[in-house]
């Protein structure tokens, strides 16, 4: 006897009682265990092959009165899955039914997923509690730096005899440790502008008013006072983080020119042109009477209007 093909007519010892609209696979043997049939009606009923009488090309006669049929409990679709489901797809190759809904019986373990999902829950939740003290004091380590208090270090980057005139930008350089993640600690080269302001240009800077800067706590750190004339900019562009340059332009005078994409500042660190989303980053400085210059290396988001420091 041939195999049941899908859509073939279920025809009874006394009528047509509907189509083949799945066929369910015995694993094993994988021999064809059980046709399902969809009745008049709409409903679905599991036939056993033992019912089957012949196969013919397009058509299943049973050995059963449609009553019978009828008669029998209506299919479960969720006691089966799909041999694809099930990753034995190869089981359609012995079968006439692709393509095709082939279904194998889900194993009695798998209807109870309920309790199945409780103990492999069970069982990660206890994975974890083993494993959480072997793995905490590794991620404390990885992660410490991230959550390190920002360094708040005066540093001192030269000596204002350096500046010969008000109003122009004079870069200075300077060296500061970091220590990123698991790697070891290094030094890395920083650049800052500072420039003596004329009373005119400090007042652009601190619109009449102290600078304060404060941690993310609260706390004040520092205050730049706004009659101090010197004055210092992170030597990173607030728009990408890219090195600017003190430049003569040839319309707007000497200004702070970013290469990048040419965003121009002025003395007082103003937006005068371009695509920089604030004015550039003015930081702590203090000057002692020797006239040697420090300030606290702070690093702001970049691209964005408000000041957030990052570093
Ligand atoms: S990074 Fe300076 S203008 Fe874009």
Redesign the pocket.
């Known amino acids: 006897m041939g195999q049941p093909k899908l859509k073939s007519l279920v025809r009874c010892k006394d009528r047509d009682v509907g189509e083949v609209t799945k066929v369910i696979v015995d694993p094993l043997s994988h021999d064809v265990s059980h046709i399902v049939v969809k009745l008049d009606d709409g409903t679905e009923r599991q036939v056993g092959m033992e019912c089957v009488r012949t196969v013919l090309d397009a058509v299943v006669e049973l050995d059963a009165l449609s009553s019978d049929i009828a008669a029998l409990p209506p299919f479960v679709r969720a006691d089966y899955v799909t041999t694809r489901e099930v990753e034995i797809s190869h089981l359609e190759d012995h079968l006439d039914v692709i393509p095709g809904e082939v279904l194998v019986p889900l194993p009695a373990l798998e209807k109870d997923i309920k309790r199945r999902t409780f103990f492999m829950n069970f069982t990660h939740a206890i994975g974890i509690l083993i494993g959480l003290p072997m793995v905490y004091p590794v991620l404390r380590y990885l992660m410490k730096p991230m959550y390190a208090p920002f360094d708040n270090e005066w540093l001192k980057v030269g000596n204002v005899g350096k500046i010969k005139e008000e109003d122009v930008g004079v870069q200075f350089q300077y060296k500061k440790k970091v220590k990123e993640a698991y790697m070891p600690e290094s030094e890395i080269e920083k650049t800052v502008w500072i420039l003596k302001a004329t009373p005119s240009v400090l007042e652009q800077v601190y619109q009449g008013k102290d600078q304060e800067f404060r941690d993310p706590s609260g706390r004040l750190i520092w205050t730049n006072k706004k009659d101090v004339p010197y004055v210092a900019f992170s030597g990173k ?1 607030p ?4 090195a ?1 340059k003190w430049r003569q332009h040839k319309t707007l005078g000497q200004v702070f020119l ?1 290469p ?4 121009i500042y002025d003395a007082a660190g103003k937006v005068l042109d ?3 989303p604030r004015r550039l980053d003015a930081l702590p400085i203090r000057v002692a009477a020797n006239g040697d210059v420090e300030i606290i290396d702070m690093e702001f988001k970049a691209g964005i209007k408000s000041q957030v420091r990052i570093m």
């Open positions: 562009c728009h990408l983080g890219c600017y970013c990048c994409h040419l965003s371009g695509p920089a």
